[in-house]
DNA sequence: TCGTTAGCCTAACAAACGTTAGGGGCACAC
DNA sequence: GTGTGCCCCTAACGTTTGTTAGGCTAACGA
């Protein structure tokens, strides 16, 4: 039945299921319009995949382990004595890439989310979870050079940044900001620094600190 | 066919489509399960709406005005020359609080906005847009008055906090933090400030700003 | 007392869903 | 040449979807 795990059809149906789900949520990602953008029928998915729920489930994975995966890259890039605000600006970096470069499965990731039946989401959980963690660490570092405010529960900060991260999905569109304009606000927020200079804008013009 | 705009059975069908649409997404809320939890038969909805998508329209509009009016009360309530930063913490318990209070809704509008028909999508929108001017506003504010660098694009710092706040939806459970700690940390995380003496925790050990 | 209306029902509709059965053609191994 | 898979097809299945038609019941005003 379902095939191995390579294959040409096999991630052009992915993909197509990754648009739909993303663009019109779960209910209109129907077996038969993923076919159709593949251009097969419908039956043939099922060489493929053993049913739609598994499509499904793989690209929500992959919309989390994508982003996951480019972020851990990114800071392995980085010299390993890095300070804290370059690792955060690193990463957010490269989440907004990663989002934007596989701009399908992160959106299907977020917005499918919700309309996915149960079983299809519980697996996808621990992937979060493990994502989460990740942020973690970057949040206790900011705290612990004393970039962020230490007595803000850290909870609280991991949770703004992944919230903000997220939804970028919803408004973020290239063009009106710029990617780096975006992770640049939001570090700036965060510790309420100004950039790095050895990271992105380093052209933007300086106004005093507050 | 579609009935006033009042009527105990009306207000329930919404409840129990918000519920359905929340949980489990636009596929779940079926017709006969809305109806199933109202305790009458699938054909009957019909004699209070006009078809599913009035529904699910009825509660994605309703879980974004809902805290919307609860922002704007909260703000009205303050004393006409509050400063920024009293008025952002307001703003930031008063939508916390009305997205808990009116979870279904709001949980509904955040996530089932994605799963939900182009059609339905559309008239939502501009009721989104209306709130986003709200929040716009606030944080001109913040930055005329200096607690936010001036420099950072003010989209971004809207951006941010929508993006927190509606993520929100995902993981905010009472018990875990307490709604004034999340409203209070975001709150400082924007403005790195202590909170002000007369909002939410007065008691709240102090520590000597960064 | 009668007519009207609201609110619910049963029954059924066409359409679309996910899925399965079974067959055809093409490429490669022997 | 002849098998052996792979990949796709047509056709159909049973179920569920949103929706409609039409009828029953209880309440209320004239």
Known sequence: MSAPASGRARSEILDAAAVLLGRDGYPAATVRAIAARVGIKAASIYHHFPSKDAIVQAVLDRGVVVVHEAVVAALAALPADAPAEVRL??????????????????????????????????PNRSIRRAYEDLWRGIVADLQAEGLVDPE????????MLLGALNWSNEWYRPGVLSLDDVADSFARIVTQRQPAA???????????PL
Do not use: K
């Open 89 to 122: 600006r690193a990463a957010l970096r490269a989440h907004l890439a990663a989002s934007l470069e596989h701009g399908a499965y992160t959106y299907a990731a977020v917005r499918g989310f919700g309309s996915v039946p149960a079983a299809v989401r519980a």
């Open 152 to 159: 803000i529960p850290p909870d609280g900060v991991r949770l």
């Open 198 to 208: 050895n990271i992105a804008s380093a052209a933007r013009p300086r106004i005093r």
